[in-house]
């Protein structure tokens, strides 16, 4: 059984930084790519960054580009996400999502975690 | 960016019955279309892929349509479990991978 278990969410104030983490299981974690999506409160769905099965391709929403790092560590099954000068607009849950098999279905999220709420306020 | 826009926003429908949701893009994104249920305090759960294929252990009480622009999800014999957001989002030339804004299917 697949499972993705977030942490590092919490509140930070506005310009300052924070990590999340997503624990991988259940599935050979360095074949595929891995995704951040989040949720503003009572919004849409948002695509954050993604990152392909070795690490080496990495890809931004025009949101977060030059502020946010996305990584991983395939000996630790484990997904990352550096942010960087943070906004109060990056309020939201950050949930990490498996892609499925193959480019450009890893767009497609068969398996999410359940979220970490990040807030970013004074 | 390719914009994802669904209608209505809000779709009132008693259970039993059948509700139709829309999902339009601003550009052909061919058959790279997924639909995402989200029940309140969960994670989206994929639903659809492809525009039309269920993912593994959806009922086939949901089934997608459409190509190129148009969509639609379709659910039948409407059950207390549906009722939740549910979001189209295109994969077909990312990035950016875009959502549409939701639907909310509601209990009439």
């Known amino acids: 059984e697949v499972q993705l278990v977030e942490s590092g969410g919490g509140l930070v104030q506005p310009g300052g930084s924070l990590r999340l983490s997503c624990a991988a299981s259940?599935?050979?974690?360095?074949?595929?790519?891995m995704s951040w999506v989040r949720q503003a409160p009572g919004k849409a769905l948002e695509w954050v960054s993604a990152t392909s099965g070795s690490g080496i391709s990495t890809y931004y929403g025009d949101a977060v580009k030059g502020r946010f790092t996305i990584s991983r560590d395939n000996s630790k099954n484990t997904l990352y996400l550096q942010m960087n000068s943070l906004r109060v607009e990056d309020t939201a849950i950050y949930y990490c999502?498996?892609?499925?098999?193959?480019?450009?279905?890893?767009?497609?999220?068969?398996?999410w975690g359940q979220g970490t709420l990040v807030t970013v306020s004074s | 960016e390719i914009v994802m826009t669904q209608s209505p926003a809000t779709l009132s429908v008693s259970p039993g019955e059948r509700a139709t949701l829309s999902c339009r893009a601003s550009q052909s994104v061919t058959s790279s279309l997924a639909w995402y249920q989200q029940k309140p305090g969960q994670a989206p759960r994929l639903l659809i892929y492809g525009a039309s294929t269920r993912a593994t252990g959806i009922p086939d009480r949901f089934s997608g349509s459409g190509s190129g622009t148009e969509f639609t999800l379709t659910i039948s014999r409407l059950q207390s479990g549906d009722f939740a957001v549910y979001y189209c989002?295109?994969?077909?030339?990312?990035?950016?991978?875009?959502f549409g804004q939701g639907t909310r299917l509601e209990i009439k």
């Open positions: 999502a498996k892609g499925s098999p193959g480019v450009p279905a890893a767009g497609v999220f068969e398996s």
């Open positions: 989002q295109q994969y077909n030339n990312w990035p950016p991978i875009t």
């Open positions: 259940g599935f050979t974690f360095n074949k595929f790519y």
